[in-house]
């Protein structure tokens, strides 16, 4: 009983520490920090709200934008290594911060640093392509990319309209996809030692293939469709907070 006693009150000190759990977010293309601001609210307050952005954006906007893969990852690291408590710690990432976030879980895992679980969003996982895309995105002429980004949904009609605004994000959404489809299976090879939550919209075109996030995990998988497209998570906060929270839990094995 008093080994019982002890385990619990364990579990309660990882779980409610004075150096608080953390949650590092990846935003999706043409993001920034500010993208989770709609979730920050619904998350409790014992879980260390971090979201981050690589250069181009946001707080980074002075910052040039990258445009390769394995710098994206890398500056992603960094910010993770630089800001890492001693207590466990989530990654979420939502389309582009899904395929960057298993990367960088793959690298804190060689650093032996591994986040309890990786959870991702909008992403039917690597090496999955899109039919009706016969171009890359980041190639196309500024009306076909237009056309694209209508499709996916999240890019306010304004900034397309816009030619001010488009002038300005136009670039950073180039070279977001430019990451993603220059070297668009890096990852093949990467199998992470933490459980993959993978969530998608039901009008997602590739919401069929969640199940590919399987292969990448040598720990267990769990998935859940929501109604809407590819930004449904603006439409569940609190059903993602909970997600999130949910997987917060950390079990004291004796």
Known sequence: MKKQKEQINK?????????????????FAGGSCYSFDFLRSYINTDIDFIPLEIPGRGKRFKESPLKNKKEAIQDYVNQVKS???????????HSMGATLGLSVVNEMQKRGDLPLHLIVSGNPGPGIKELEVKQQRYLMNDSDFKKELRKLGGVPEEVLESEELYDFFGPIMRADFEILEKDDFSEEEIKIDAPIFALMGSEEEKKGRIENWKNFTSKSFSSQIFKGNHFFIHDYPK????????RCTVAIVP
Request: hydrophobic fraction near 45%; glycine fraction near 2%; charge should be neutral.
């Open 11 to 27: 579990s309660r000190l990882l779980s409610f520490p004075q150096n608080k759990m953390q949650l590092f977010l990846l935003h």
């Open 83 to 93: 800001l890492r408590n001693d207590q466990p710690y989530l990654i979420y990432g």
């Open 239 to 246: 059903e993602l907070a909970q997600i999130i929270i949910d």
